[in-house]
Every structure is written in C-alpha cells, then in structure tokens.
C-alpha cells in the first residue's frame, strides 16, 4: 500500500508551546522508529516501538520528549516546552519485523520543525 | 560507541563520470552495513545492504562491499546519471538492531 506518512509536514511553534507530530506506518508494520535529523547531519535515533510497546527510549534527549503509538499504528510524538534547539526535522520509519540488524526500514518524508 | 564517518561533500560530477563515496565504521561486534538515498523532497529509501563481511551489495548500478579489515563500505557506481543527484546516507545496525547514520554526502550531478 502506501508509504510512510507524516504530518504536519511543516511546523513554525513559539519557544515555550508544545506540539505533536504524527506518523502513520505502513499497514501491518511491526516496528516504528523516530530519528531527529539537524540540519547538514544524519537521522539520530530518539525512540522504537515494537507494536504498541515501546521497548527503547535511549535516545530521546529530555523528559520533554514522548512517544506513543497506543493501538499498535499510528504513531505521536510530543514535544513539550518547545525549545530552539528541538529545531529538526523528524523522521518516522517503519519495518515489516522486529527490529534486528538486517531489517530494511521505510521512511517518511519528515516532519520540519522550526521553534523561533 | 559506534559511529559512521562519510567523505564530505558536496560532490560534483559530470554525467556518466565514476562515483566514489567513502564510508568507514566504528562498532562492536559485526554490524550490517547499508546505504540509503534521500532524493529530493522525498523520504530515505535503502538503496543497498550488507550483512557480514565479504557480502556486495548492488542496486540501480551502485555497489558497496563490507570490507571488515579495513572497517569500510565505500559506495561505487561506474556511470553516474543526473538523476543519482540526491543525499546518500552510509548506516549501520548491530546486532541488537542500534542503527547509526553517517551525515550524508551530497551528490550533484551535472549534464
């Protein structure tokens, strides 16, 4: 079916508001990743769901960032108190298995951030 | 921890001329190794991957094999088209299903 979709696509927010990104996998995926990419850099892991589990949070850089993905799909990430440096764009990519060193992940077109 | 260094762009060639980008890797164990593009105003899609040491990966004319000894996974094409103009992304995943990306080099290829 299709892709990995994201929305908004483009997102200005005032330092101090908080905000939700959404990501839908594609159907029947297993796992969900979200990277933040700065700009001229590559995708940094942040979070990784297993279904609606979500089995690592290593990479999420404050307690202002959440992550869920409750009915095992869609997924929404929540910055909260946004700050200029949360500036990026945020990728959301799926996978047909568990996560594992050889599984091939399918990546949305991003989410950019901008926090003035 | 694990890291992934590429060759700095912004890398401009002529069509049909040969494509080096060079990717090393820093990482425990025996990761798999892969290379993703990212085309303009579009999402990173793999382009190609290898899983142990020895193993080629080819798609779309491009080749990259894992060189465990020289902890390497350097991106070829013979001929570049100006289509192949995009963001290429070298990345590793261990064993544990960490992944790692380098920065990415950007590739213009021109007419």
Not at chain 1, 87 to 116: H, I, K, M, N
Request: hydrophobic share 30%.
């Amino acid at each position: 079916g299709a892709g990995v979709s994201q929305s908004p696509r483009y997102k200005v927010a005032k330092r101090g508001q908080d905000v939700a990104l959404r990501c839908d996998p594609i159907s029947g995926h297993v796992s969900l990743f979200w990277y933040q990419q700065a700009l001229g850099q590559g995708p940094e892991f942040l979070t990784y769901f297993q279904n609606e589990a979500q089995l690592d949070k290593s990479g999420l850089p404050s307690d202002r960032f959440f992550a869920e993905r409750p009915e095992g799909s869609v997924s929404t990430l929540k910055i909260q108190r946004t700050q200029q440096e949360d500036s990026a764009v945020y990728l959301c990519a799926s996978s047909p298995e568990a996560r594992g060193p050889t599984d091939t992940q399918y990546f949305g077109p991003g989410t950019r951030l901008t926090v003035l | 921890g694990n890291s992934v260094t590429q060759m700095e762009g912004p890398v401009t060639l002529s069509e049909e001329a040969f494509l080096t980008i060079n990717c090393t890797y820093t990482a425990t164990g025996y990761p798999s190794l892969f290379w993703y593009v990212q085309y303009p105003g579009e999402g990173l899609q793999l382009l190609l991957k290898a899983t142990k040491a020895d193993d080629k990966g080819s798609n779309k004319g491009f080749e990259a094999t894992y060189r465990k000894e020289t902890t390497s996974f350097h991106l070829e094409k013979g001929s570049v088209q100006v289509s192949d103009s995009a963001v290429y992304f070298c990345a590793l995943i261990t064993n544990a299903g960490k992944s790692t990306f380098g920065d990415g080099t950007t590739l213009t290829v021109k007419p």
